[in-house]
């Protein structure tokens, strides 16, 4: 027979420890990493970097022609905060976006939980709900262009003649704020709500289940499960939807082209008016930074306020 | 107070996950052990009214419940996900419930969250939130939120499941003391056959969504009725070989022994051998030997799993103490003593004959 035998108090010994290795070891080997990022470095500096670069480069100059421009220093950015007409319009996206995150997104997340959790209705849901978001955005302004339009519109004829209230955006200023707003959150909740379903779907059942047997009613189970749960999508859906309407720019230009008036003239329209129409590329230059700073710091601030107030 | 389920089936997707089920659940801890996809959560589920069955009632203190909400019934589940309000700190976790409660008045809250946190011995972590706690302090807090209120049916689904090894022991032996004076119906499923045997209460064995049987699990463990009990109340799994009855002797594998009892020659048995009772070494006259080849060995430290390959390209696995050393692709006989062996009816997986020597362990 060959059965092992019984193995007892041995003691195992180890090989001994290798050195430690010191910090400048580590930080040698490290530098290889370098290389593979370097091929993302080239792209983003070609791309993005440079280009910012020489809107710097105007931001400082008075540009006559391009053989003949001025150093001016920092006076186009004091001329971009001062001008009431800059102002009025940080105002204006300011007030947008803030009226766009607080429709859109308690709107998106009631539209994902009103959503099938399961069965046929699940994929005619959503694909129902993302149509919205296949259509490009100078197609979304002229659909609405037409659709509001008080005469040959249907929405803007039906407000008129069935409901017998006076619409007209091109003529009045709150009726085309109203069209803009209506058409982003038309165009946008979408997004906000395939969002939220995502994080909804991901909440195992027991959680309702248990909610069930606590006898929990519907707000509180959406209260104390569903929001906590939602908290990490809707982080990302109100810093996209902050971005990206504060720096909406093309169904505007389609629909009402900044007006009537300046009633929606955003910063966007307004720098775009001033560097390709005007060709005024130093005050541009200027104002553009500015706004991208703008944008930079208010995502900061959001991304800070809501991920810290989650501990 | 009772839990009757009175020929309770469900049937899901064409598969039937329960299978007339009739039970009688008596006041005190019941356990309810099976493999996994037995319908251990089906059978909890119908229990605690998350799920209505296809057909059947379920009775809690001789009243028919069956159609009733699970809110409005008197029930609390523990799963093994564990699940608590992400929002609320652990404090109002166990309120919770009691805040729904109309029983309990407003100044009866506080005692009695502390009373239960106590038990639980999760007092000094009232103020944390869920995700700040470990795992065994979560299920801790989410055992504590089903204790919170008396409840006529008290369901735990599989609750030490996902804990590391060490934390399930420790809270199994908690949980073991608080079951004793908790009211009410207590179910706690388990597919580990250890824990049932550990808790050793009142035992449901499940088998692909039938109650297989019903007794005192020590007694199932010394002589299981059946093929299915045995396999589910033993582990490492138990090993099965195929036998057949010639002349008054079981002959298996080229060997035989004597029949613990008369049948009729030509009658296929199935033979379960508990693997701690293969022997490396003759113990004994009578003994069994089964000419095998070293597979391999798997030592723990207090133990060592052999695997074998015996003739016919049958398998056994033999549980060893301590730790031996064995080197695959050698040949070896081992040895199984036939008072260890279960002879199980090859068709309707019946114990024939029951072993004499594995009665003491109950004892």
Not at chain 2, 120 to 149: F, H, K, N, V
């Amino acid at each position: 027979m060959t059965a092992g035998s019984q193995v007892s108090g041995e003691v195992v010994t180890t090989a001994p420890a290798e050195p430690q290795e010191t910090r400048a070891d580590l930080k040698r080997k490290d530098n290889r990493a370098w290389w593979l990022v370097l091929p993302v470095v080239v792209s983003v500096a070609f791309t993005a970097i440079i280009p910012l670069m020489t809107v710097v480069n105007f931001s400082v100059q008075d540009v006559f022609s391009p053989s003949d421009r001025v150093f001016v220093g920092l006076d186009w950015f004091y001329e971009a905060v001062r001008r009431p007409e800059n102002r009025e319009a940080f105002v204006r996206t300011l007030l947008f976006s803030a009226q766009v995150l607080l429709v859109e997104i308690p709107l998106g997340v009631a539209i994902a939980v009103a959503m099938p959790r399961r069965g046929f209705w699940v994929s005619a849901a959503l694909v129902l709900v993302a149509l919205p978001l296949l259509i490009p955005w100078n197609v979304v302004g002229t659909i609405w262009q037409i659709f509001a339009r008080a005469d040959i519109g249907l929405g803007g004829w039906t407000i008129n003649n069935v409901l017998g209230i006076g619409f007209n955006y091109t003529l009045d200023s709150t009726d085309a704020w109203i069209t803009i707003l209506v058409m982003d959150v038309w165009h946008w909740t979408p997004l906000v709500a395939l969002l939220a379903y995502a994080g909804l779907r991901s909440i195992p059942e027991p959680y309702f289940q248990a909610a069930q047997i606590d006898g929990a009613s519907g707000w509180a189970t959406f209260r104390h499960i569903q929001l906590p749960r939602l908290r990490g999508v809707l982080t990302i859906a109100i810093l996209l939807r902050f971005m990206d309407s504060f720096m909406i720019y093309t169904e505007p230009f389609v629909v009402t082209g900044g007006g009537p008036g300046n009633a929606t003239s955003f910063l966007s329209i307004l720098l775009s008016k001033m560097a390709v129409g005007q060709f005024d590329v130093g005050p541009a230059g200027a104002f553009s930074l500015i706004y991208f700073l703008i944008v930079q710091v208010l995502c900061y601030v959001f991304f800070t306020v809501l991920t810290r107030s989650g501990r | 107070m009772t839990l009757i389920l009175d020929g309770v089936s469900v049937r899901q997707r064409g598969e039937t996950w329960l299978d007339d089920v009739h039970l009688e659940l008596p006041n005190g801890m019941t356990t309810l052990v099976g493999p996994m996809t037995a319908g251990k959560t089906t059978l909890m589920r119908v229990a605690a009214g998350l799920l209505p069955p296809d057909s059947g009632r379920v009775v809690v203190h001789e009243k028919d419940v069956t159609g009733i909400s699970v809110r409005k019934r008197s029930v609390a589940f523990v799963y093994q996900q564990f699940i608590n309000y992400p929002s609320l700190t652990v404090y109002e976790n166990i309120a919770s419930p009691l805040r729904l409660d109309p029983r309990f008045r407003k100044n009866e809250i506080d005692p009695r969250v502390r009373e239960v946190a106590e038990l639980m011995g999760i007092s000094d972590l009232l103020g944390r939130r869920p995700a700040e706690l470990s795992g065994g302090q979560q299920q801790r807090t989410a055992i504590a939120r089903a204790l919170a209120r008396p409840v006529d049916v008290l369901l735990l689904d599989e609750p030490l499941a996902n804990l590391d090894f060490k934390l399930r022991e420790q809270l199994r032996a908690d949980l073991k003391t608080m079951f004793a004076d908790t009211p009410g119906v207590v179910l706690y499923s388990t597919a580990d056959p250890n824990e049932a045997l550990t808790f050793a209460a009142r035992t449901v064995v499940l088998g692909e969504g039938r109650v297989q049987h019903v007794g005192d699990v020590a007694d199932m463990y010394a002589h299981p009725p059946t093929l299915a009990v045995a396999a589910t109340l033993s582990d490492p799994p138990l090993n099965l070989l195929p036998g057949v009855v010639r002349d008054g002797r079981i002959e298996v594998l080229g060997t035989s022994f004597p029949a613990p009892r008369a049948h009729a020659t030509g009658h296929d048995v199935m033979l379960g051998i508990r693997p701690h009772q293969v022997r490396i070494a003759r113990d004994g006259p009578g003994a069994l030997e089964l000419p095998a080849e070293i597979r391999l060995a798997e030592v723990t430290g207090s133990a060592t799993f052999l695997h074998l390959l015996l003739q016919g390209d049958r398998h056994l696995v033999a549980h060893l103490p301590g730790t031996q050393l064995f080197t695959p692709g050698e040949t070896t006989v081992v040895y199984v003593d036939p008072a260890h062996i279960f002879v199980f009816d090859e068709a309707g997986g019946r114990l024939l004959a029951t072993s004499a020597a594995e009665v003491d362990l109950h004892g």
